[in-house]
């Protein structure tokens, strides 16, 4: 009874601490096949806080763009930082809500994107890697792209500035209507630190 007690009380201490990770110190008790994703984890840090979230959208290609949604989002690295987590802190009324969660495939040596919608319903697979400071992801090998009329699908590309230590930072997303050959910007999403 008393090993039952202590645990519901340090399981109580956690969560009045508000305590979502263990400590980094655990990091060198790893398990070896958790090392390598959980370090290409670590290069998404920068994005972990409470941000504004401003989301444009262009119909020309990028030449005119108009706002159409702005939320608080959180992004929080979960599961002894294995996983980024995008959620609404706020949501919005009037548009569509996102969640997205991100991991690092260490078999396939991607970053692999899981985004959900409470529109379409569609659970949005993207995969990619870094270029420089920027994740870039898209959707062309999962196949989770969506009709535009024509017999076209839309695919998407993500551009996602992880550069550290910015107040102010940018996600392009750009769509393709003929298998990732040609892009074009559809959505511009900023992000203001909180």
């Known amino acids: 009874m008393k090993k039952i007690t202590t645990a519901v009380g340090l399981f109580v201490a956690v969560i009045v601490a508000g305590y979502t990770n263990p400590p980094d110190v655990i990091a060198q008790d790893r398990p070896a096949q958790s090392v390598k994703p959980h370090a290409m984890m670590q290069k998404l840090a920068p994005l972990t806080g409470q941000w504004r979230m401003a989301t444009e959208i262009t119909e020309d290609g990028g030449k005119n763009w108009q706002q159409v949604a702005e939320e608080l989002i959180n992004f929080e690295i979960r599961h002894k930082g294995m996983l980024l987590a995008e959620t609404p802190i706020s949501r919005s009324e009037t548009g569509f809500n996102m969640e997205?969660?991100?991991?690092?495939?260490?078999?396939?040596?991607?970053?692999?994107?899981?985004?959900?919608?409470?529109?379409?319903?569609?659970?949005?697979?993207?995969?990619?890697?870094?270029?420089?400071?920027?994740?870039?992801?898209?959707?062309?090998?999962?196949?989770?792209?969506?009709?535009?009329?024509?017999?076209?699908?839309?695919?998407?590309?993500?551009?996602?500035?992880?550069?550290?230590?910015?107040?102010?930072?940018?996600?392009?997303?750009?769509?393709?209507?003929?298998g990732g050959a040609t892009w074009a910007p559809a959505f511009r999403v900023t992000y203001y630190k909180q």
């Open 100 to 178: 997205n969660y991100i991991t690092y495939d260490q078999y396939r040596e991607v970053y692999r994107s899981v985004a959900i919608d409470d529109s379409w319903g569609i659970m949005d697979i993207y995969e990619g890697n870094f270029i420089g400071d920027t994740l870039v992801l898209t959707n062309l090998k999962s196949g989770t792209s969506f009709p535009v009329g024509d017999g076209k699908w839309r695919s998407f590309r993500l551009n996602i500035n992880v550069e550290a230590n910015l107040a102010e930072r940018r996600m392009l997303i750009e769509g393709s209507d003929d």
